[in-house]
């Protein structure tokens, strides 16, 4: 069953922690993204990274860490510097530049 | 001004009706287009790519007015399950740009 995973679907940080979402793709795409989302709003870009070992800043990438270590893999760390990260997580893969954009279903980060 | 604009609605309609939203984009040098439908608190779902020539995929049209600079989205004969947000989304260079998204509502 090809697509994308992000888990936890659910994650719970505590004030000062940092801690890592994660996203695993097998449809063999070489691009894949982290977007955040709040209530009611649009999608803003976090990290992409549209090769291994290689990852560009997006609109929003102050207070998040990304690697790129192997094809399928692309975690996202929500680090203590990042004040207000309750949002909804989504992790997107696509052949390239232009292409469609597919989905994993999200990981909703709240700060207890 | 944003790079990808659309009316966040809601769009209230009752079932059977047609229903358009328009969505326009600030980069003249954008190349790709797509209409994405999110359902609530569920990830974003590829709707349809739009062409240049526009395209039609069942009670979907999407349309493409480059001079202008929007896109549109038409559903004809809406259904309750097309209650959802639909997003506009714009390739330009290397970044994918998404609109807030428009909130449809399908009442019987």
């Known amino acids: 069953d090809g697509g994308i995973t992000q888990s936890p679907k659910y994650l719970f940080r505590k004030e000062g922690q940092n801690v890592t979402l994660s996203c695993e793709q097998n449809?063999?795409?070489?691009?894949m993204y982290w977007y955040r989302q709040d209530p009611g709003q649009g999608l803003r870009l976090i990290y992409y990274s549209q090769i291994v070992n290689d990852f560009q800043k997006g609109d929003i990438a102050e207070g998040y860490s990304v690697s790129r270590e192997k094809k399928e893999s692309f975690p996202l760390t929500v680090t203590s510097a990042q004040k207000n990260p309750t949002a909804f997580y989504l992790c997107?893969?696509?052949?390239?530049?232009?292409?469609?954009?597919?989905f994993g279903p999200g990981t909703r980060l709240l700060v207890l | 001004r944003k790079e990808v604009e659309q009316d966040p609605g809601p769009f209230n309609v009752p079932e059977g009706a047609t229903v358009a939203f328009n969505c326009t984009y600030s980069?003249?040098?954008?190349?790709?287009f797509f209409w994405y439908r999110q359902d609530c608190r569920k990830e974003p779902k590829l709707l349809m790519s739009v062409y240049s020539s526009g395209n039609e995929d069942g009670r979907f049209t999407a349309q493409l007015n480059r001079a202008s600079q929007y896109i549109s989205l038409l559903i004809r004969d809406s259904k309750l399950s097309d209650s959802a947000t639909y997003l506009c989304?714009?390739?330009?260079?290397?970044?994918?740009?998404f609109g807030g998204g428009t909130r449809l509502m399908v009442k019987p």
């Open positions: 989304v714009v390739w330009a260079g290397n970044m994918l740009t």
């Open positions: 997107a893969a696509s052949g390239g530049p232009g292409e469609t954009q597919y």
């Open positions: 980069n003249s040098a954008s190349q790709s």
């Open positions: 449809l063999n795409h070489d691009a």
